[in-house]
């Protein structure tokens, strides 16, 4: 958690997962964080699973361009056809630019 | 989950929870997102915790005004004392203009 400057890329990912596949989910959700970071552009990730299945994942992006190649990565498509195949049954995707970001820490 | 309009507001909230205050925490919440739809420019909202007590919450409004607006609704800013005082270690809340938005169902 940080603040972000203006102009930051946020992909917001909400997603309701099924039942099927937790094991090749889990290894899949592993690989796509440790891939991410390593992209040109990537800032950082909040990611939150609750107990029913739905899950909010928000990466942040330096442009526009950084997220968007990270969209159509190979590996990236490649995972993103197992959760329409197997792991989500509805999900919603949101690419929004930051306009005011704060931060806040228990002093 | 829905496709939203370009130029929709999202404010993106990402809190770690204390361990205090169960009970008045979740009152609370319940009385904010119950206030929230009621707002003016108000168009939904997704919200996650997890089991480590870290949460998100993407509202969603149809303007900056609106979003500002309920920044500012008086209950919301008591409630936000409340939580600096005893529900959050620490959060982060990002503004962000919406430039695309996907929505998937499995068929």
């Given at each position: 958690m940080a603040q972000l400057p203006r102009g930051?890329?946020?992909v917001i990912f909400v997603a309701q997962r099924?039942?099927?596949d937790a094991a090749g989910y889990a290894r899949a959700a592993a690989m796509m964080e440790a891939l991410a970071v390593q992209q040109k552009g990537y800032?950082?990730?909040d990611?939150?699973?609750g107990s029913d299945g739905l899950g909010i994942t928000v990466s942040y992006w330096t442009d526009e361009a950084s997220a968007k190649a990270w969209r159509d990565h190979p590996e990236h498509t490649?995972?993103?056809?197992s959760g329409r195949d197997l792991w989500y049954s509805d999900?919603?995707?949101h690419?929004?630019?930051?306009t005011r970001s704060y931060d806040w820490e228990k002093p």
């Open positions: 930051t890329i946020s099924t039942d099927a800032i950082a990730m990611s939150v699973r490649a995972v993103r056809d999900y919603s995707l690419v929004a630019e930051v």
